[in-house]
Structure formats: C-alpha cells, structure tokens
C-alpha cells in the first residue's frame, strides 16, 4: 500500500496559515483500485499480471480463493459501481487479502481511521459474509474485526454494489500503532460464495494541532477584547 501522504485540508485561524504536513489534516494513507500493474497498494499477491488469472494467497496451504476479476457490472442502480478491475475472495475463512504496508498512525498522530470501500455479493447466503480486520501489531494474531458484512441480515441485494465507510477510532484493542495493518476476509466455506471489493480508500484522522489549538485561542481572546 503506497503511503501517499497526502494532506487534505488546509486551515488559516488567527493569523496561522495550516497546511501541507500540519498535524490537523487527514492523511490518505491509500486508494487501492486494483486495475493494471500500476495498483496503487502493494500486496502480497502477484501485481505483474492482475488480469483476472492471477490469485492470491494470503494464507499458507489449501488452494487459492482470492484473485483479480475483470470488471462485474451491477445489476441494479449503477451510482456505486466501480470500473476496472476488483478483487473477487470466495467463501474460504484461510483466504485472506491484506494490505500489506503498515500504517503511520501512531507518529502521524490519528485518533479515528476511515476505512471506505465497494463491494458486491453474487448472493445473499448467510455463509457469504465479508469481514473487515484490523491488526495492531500487523500480523493479525491480535485482529480485530472491525465489520461483518451478512448480506443475508441486511438488504444487500446480490449483484449490486454499494460502497461504505467504516471508523475504526484509537482505542481500538492493540491502539494505533506504525505497524498497524488492514485485511479483508471472509466467513464461511462454501466456494461459490463470492465477494467482490473495489476502490478501497483508507484515510486518518489526526488529532487537533496545538498550533489550531492556540489559533483559535488568540480568536476568543481578541472576541473578548472587543
């Protein structure tokens, strides 16, 4: 996963102009699309070829359940359907896809991780659940499971996409670590039951900086002056 760094917000109190690598901004740490060679996130399956015939696996033994697809197309309302190609894991809970690089989080100082990504079930089986895991540590023998996607509990209808975000605040079991890792998994053994993901976007929430902190300080001061 190429840490991008990138520094959304830019912010100007009393008289401060906060920007670039202030410590108020979000970070986006990733947005994985998973399309061609140039996939944004490193990961541990093969990204020379990721047309659909390679697979991954992130898991040792067993045979492989997780690959790159060719684009699914929705067959409902297409206003999340993402383009390209996906990440497809079939119903295997050894299978697992992880984002391999770490996360900064504890030096970028992040007090809430959004994590936000498009999935899609083939089916509406109790045993087609899809799992969100965090990990402190990085190699998932403390993972959290942050969300179970059962689309035979919720209105998850088969064949459509539909995109959504998950928060994952900093007191989380483990907290927030430089090694923390995020992987995606699956409940259930039957093969047929297939999950797509797409477009995963992983974005950190710093805590105020003291800078903004004594920005807006020197504000109620000159209101109460006035």
């Not at 959004?114 to 402190?136: M, Q």
């Not at 093969?191 to 710093?206: E, H, K, M, V, Y």
């Amino acid at each position: 996963m190429k840490q991008f760094r990138f520094y959304a917000h830019s912010f100007v109190l009393a008289g401060f102009a906060l920007s670039g690598a202030s410590a108020n901004a979000d970070v986006l740490y990733s947005f994985e699309t998973f399309d061609g060679d140039g996939v944004t996130t490193a990961t541990t399956y093969p990204t020379t070829s990721p047309n659909g015939t390679d697979y991954i696996n992130d898991a040792t033994g067993g045979s492989d359940r997780v690959k790159i697809v060719s684009h699914i197309t929705s067959s409902g309302d297409a206003s999340n359907d993402p383009t390209g190609q996906h990440a497809q894991i079939a119903g295997d809970t050894t299978k697992t896809l992880t984002l391999i690089d770490p996360l900064s989080l504890a030096t970028d100082g992040i007090t809430s991780l959004e994590v936000t990504f498009s999935f899609e079930f083939n089916n509406t089986s109790s045993t087609n659940v899809l799992t969100l895991l965090y990990s402190a540590n990085g190699t998932f023998s403390d993972k959290v499971q942050i969300a179970a996607l059962d689309p035979s509990t919720v209105t998850y209808e088969a064949g459509q996409w539909y995109r959504q975000t998950f928060v994952i605040s900093s007191g989380v079991a483990g907290g927030f670590t430089d090694t923390a890792k995020i992987r995606f998994g699956k409940i259930g053994s039957t093969t047929s039951n297939l999950a797509r993901i797409d477009d995963i976007q992983i974005l950190g929430i710093p805590e105020p900086s003291s800078l903004a902190l004594l920005g807006l300080g020197g504000l109620l001061i000159a209101r109460r002056r006035r």
